[in-house]
C-alpha cells in the first residue's frame, strides 16, 4: 500500500461517517439547514490547517496561528467599528471594509514575519519563537480589546462570513479557492519543492543550493496569511471581534493536519488529505451533536477516531520500510 493510500482511507473513513449520520438522523443530518451550517463552520478551521499544515512539512510547527488571526481581527475590527456610522453605505462602505481587509492581512503578515525571521535567519527552535509570539499576539489582543468584544461593522461585511452563492456559503467557496491555491504552490512551483525538501533534509537542502532561509519566512508568512484570512471570515460571520475568536482551533488543527497524513516530523504532506480531515471532524462534530451525545463524548470520539488513523498510518509505514529492506536484501544477493 502506498502513500498516497493514506488520502484514499481517510476518504473512506469520511464517506462512511456521512453514511452512518445520515443514516442515523437523516431528516436532521441531510437537512438543508444542516449541510449549510456544517459548510459555513468548516472554513475557518480548515483555513487554519491549511496554514499549520504548510509549517508541519518543514518539521516546525505554529502554536501562534490562532493568536495571530485574532489580533489581525482585531486590527481590523478596529478600522470597521470606527470609521462606521449609520450613514455610512455604498462605496464608503465598501472603501473601508477593503481598508480593513488590508489592514487585517498587513498585520498577519506583521506576524508572521516575526515568527519567520527568528526561525529562519536567528536559528531559534519553531516551538520556543511560536510560543513566545502566541503569548505576545494574546497580549496585544487582550491590552487592545481590554478583553471585550469590538462590534460596529457595515452591514455589507457581514456576506463575507454569512453570505452565500447559489445555496453556497461564502467562507467554503474562499476555503476552496485557498485549497486549490495551497496545492498549486506545494506541487507545482519552485518554493512547494523546496518546502518538502527542507522538511525531509534541512542540511541537505542547504548544499543543493536552495535559500532555506527564504523558504522558511515564506512559510510562516503564507501560514500568517491563511491565519489573517480565517480572521476576516470569524469576524464578519460573528459580526465581532474577540481575543478568544478561534483559540480552540489550535490543537483540533495539529490534530486535523496529523490526521489528513501530514507527518509530523515534516517532509510529507498533501492538501487533499488536509481536506478530507476537516470534513471528517465537522462530520463527526455535527452529527454526533444532533443525535444529542454529550460534548465530551464527542472529543472522546475524535480522539479515539485520531489514535486509530495514525496507528493505521504506523502499520502502514512499517510494512512499507519492510518492504523495501526485503527488495534491497533481494538486490544485493542478486549482484553477489
Not at 35 to 55: K, T
Amino acid at each position: 500500500m502506498s502513500k498516497t493510500s493514506k488520502e484514499m482511507i481517510l476518504l473512506y473513513v469520511f464517506i462512511g461517517l456521512f453514511l452512518l449520520m445520515s443514516l442515523i438522523s437523516p431528516s436532521r443530518f441531510l437537512s438543508l439547514e444542516n449541510l449549510q451550517s456544517m459548510a459555513s463552520q468548516l472554513p475557518e478551521l480548515g483555513i487554519v490547517a491549511l496554514g499549520m499544515m504548510v509549517v508541519i512539512i518543514t518539521g516546525g510547527i505554529d502554536l501562534s496561528i490562532t493568536f495571530t488571526a485574532a489580533l489581525s481581527g482585531i486590527a481590523g475590527a478596529f478600522i470597521l467599528s470606527s470609521g462606521h456610522s449609520p450613514e455610512t453605505a455604498g462605496t464608503a462602505a465598501m472603501l473601508l471594509i477593503i481598508k480593513a481587509v488590508l489592514v487585517t492581512l498587513i498585520t498577519a503578515l506583521i506576524c508572521g514575519s516575526i515568527n519567520g525571521f527568528l526561525i529562519s535567519y536567528i536559528g531559534v527552535s519553531p516551538i520556543l519563537v511560536t510560543l513566545g509570539t502566541m503569548t505576545l499576539f494574546e497580549g496585544l489582543s487582550v491590552w487592545l480589546t481590554k478583553g471585550g468584544a469590538i462590534s460596529g461593522f457595515p452591514e455589507q461585511y457581514q456576506w463575507m462570513g454569512n453570505g452565500s452563492l447559489l445555496f453556497i456559503p461564502v467562507p467554503l467557496l474562499i476555503f476552496i479557492a485557498l485549497a486549490i491555491l495551497t496545492e498549486i504552490l506545494l506541487e507545482r512551483t519552485a518554493w512547494g519543492r523546496s518546502v518538502y525538501m527542507y522538511g525531509c533534509n534541512p542540511v541537505a537542502t542547504h548544499f543543493s543550493g536552495i535559500n532555506i532561509k527564504r523558504v522558511v519566512l515564506f512559510v510562516y508568512l503564507y501560514a500568517a496569511t491563511l491565519a489573517g484570512v480565517a480572521a476576516l471570515i470569524m469576524i464578519s460571520r460573528y459580526n465581532s471581534a474577540k481575543v478568544d475568536y478561534g483559540s480552540s482551533y489550535l490543537l483540533q488543527s495539529v490534530a486535523i493536519v496529523v490526521l489528513g497524513g501530514t507527518n509530523i516530523a515534516g517532509g510529507y504532506g498533501k492538501v487533499i488529505g488536509t481536506v478530507i480531515a476537516v470534513g471528517i471532524v465537522q462530520v463527526l462534530s455535527s452529527g454526533l451533536n444532533l443525535i444529542g451525545v454529550n460534548r465530551f463524548i464527542v472529543d472522546v470520539t475524535m480522539g479515539a477516531l485520531l489514535i486509530a488513523v495514525l496507528l493505521l498510518n504506523h502499520f502502514i509505514n512499517v510494512r512499507e520500510q519492510r518492504k523495501e529492506v526485503k527488495r534491497r536484501q533481494q538486490k544485493t544477493s542478486i549482484s553477489v
